[in-house]
């Protein structure tokens, strides 16, 4: 007898309603985690940069407000939503619906990147300060902030709008905290314009390396030339962010986009978390110059050009190569060059390691989540895959 839908998605939504620490997480996370940007912020700009300072560094009112900072902020984000409708690239379709159906995405990222290089260029060239990045810092995490709570209540009020098949079953609890938090609606769209979709690789992630620019830029104000350890920074993440938008089209079969509702959780994420607090190396860099030796430059280089391997999509399990010795070698790699990019600021201080720390909490939560799900999909197969590999990322540890 075929299974009542409406129950089916009853369970399914309950079974995920204590992701992200349930009702407190959804009450935390939005007033903790905006707070930690500002004061990793603060932290990166101060003489002790220290984790553990107190009273921690404080902004005064001037310091958090620019009446430039929110022209920026929009003109930004005006910006990449004209190229993301310029005829560019090829559209590609996501996977199937619920309804049956099956959106189209536009695949031009990488020209998003590409276009504002460019204009990047011809700012430098007729003199802009970009350095003044370093200054606007504060004020533009601010009106990130305030734009990602805002564009939250939006996406939640107009979910209510949305048929039933649209909504993700996560996120259709009828707790109104939770389900602002982790998202009401699967694909939230004005026409064609696909709203999460837009936010996920766009305007943050390319945003992450302008801001690194400006670091590098400020401190060629400041000392006459960037330094190794700023340009090693600068050109991994730059040459991470290149990887993410070249391949843009595998972010269709993603977790954020497949399951996950859009609410607070990937707004924040990725308009404010990801831009201001993955470059915190760069910013650290400007106050806390270092000195990088040549070997010590290659040593790291070469730590951040392992090869990692591109997750399976087919229905098999691997169970050979990297695959065959823990289950998920792709987070194993990315920790690696998180790894990397923090090695350039040197040993003497916990700060620039902040994204390290973050991202292995990160992909331990987030590899819990793949399993349950790979578990509700392959069944015993996924049972006998985890005893042949008994480990998550770490070999011999977890």
């Not at 090829?90 to 536009?106: H, Q």
């Not at 564009?151 to 098949?165: D, V």
């Not at 030339?225 to 269709?252: C, G, H, K, R, T």
């Not at 065959?324 to 060059?337: A, C, S, W």
Request: with cysteine.
């Amino acid at each position: 007898m075929r299974p009542n839908s409406q129950a089916l998605k009853h369970k399914l939504s309950h079974d995920s309603e204590r992701e992200f620490g349930g009702t407190l997480g959804a009450v935390c996370i939005p007033i903790f985690l905006p707070l930690t940007v500002l004061f990793l912020i603060c932290l990166s700009r101060s003489p002790e940069a220290s984790l553990f300072q107190w009273p921690p560094p404080l902004p005064s009112a001037d310091q958090l407000w620019d009446p430039l900072a929110p022209v920026l902020l929009l003109g930004w984000f005006a910006l990449h939503a004209v190229i993301y409708l310029m005829p560019l690239g090829k559209v590609s379709e996501g996977l199937v619906l619920r309804d049956g159906t099956r959106l189209k995405y536009p695949i031009n990222g990488f020209h998003g990147l590409c276009i504002s290089g460019v204009f990047l260029m011809l700012l430098l060239g007729l003199g802009a300060p970009l350095g003044y990045l370093f200054e606007l810092l504060l004020p533009l995490a601010v009106c990130a902030i305030a734009v990602s709570f805002l564009f939250s209540i939006y996406l939640y009020i107009r979910s209510f709008w949305a048929p039933s098949h649209a909504l993700a079953l996560g996120g259709n609890t009828g707790n109104p905290l939770y389900d602002f938090f982790i998202g009401r609606e699967l694909n939230p769209r004005i026409g064609d314009f696909d709203l999460k979709y837009f936010c996920e690789l766009r305007p943050g992630l390319i945003g992450w390396v302008v801001i690194n620019l400006g670091m590098l830029m400020k401190e060629v104000e400041l000392r006459g030339s960037p330094s190794l350890a700023m340009i090693l920074v600068n050109s991994f993440q730059l040459l991470y962010v290149a990887d993410a938008l070249w391949n843009e089209e595998a972010v269709l079969t993603t977790m954020d986009i497949v399951h996950d509702g859009f609410g607070f959780m990937l707004v924040f994420g990725d308009l404010a978390w990801v831009p201001f607090t993955y470059g915190l190396q760069a910013a650290f860099l400007v106050v806390h110059p270092q000195t990088l030796s040549s070997l010590k430059a290659a040593a790291i280089i070469a730590l951040n050009g392992l090869e990692t391997i591109a997750t399976a999509t087919g229905k098999r399990l691997l169970v050979s190569g990297w695959w065959g010795l823990v289950r998920h070698p792709n987070y194993l790699g990315d920790l690696l060059m998180a790894l990397a990019w923090s090695l350039p600021c040197g040993f003497s201080y916990l700060l620039p390691y902040f994204y390290v720390i973050y991202f292995t909490v990160l992909l331990i939560h987030r590899e819990a989540r793949d399993e349950r799900q790979c578990r509700a999909k392959y069944g015993l197969a996924w049972d006998t895959y985890c005893r042949r590999v008994p480990y998550r990322i770490f070999p011999y540890i977890y």
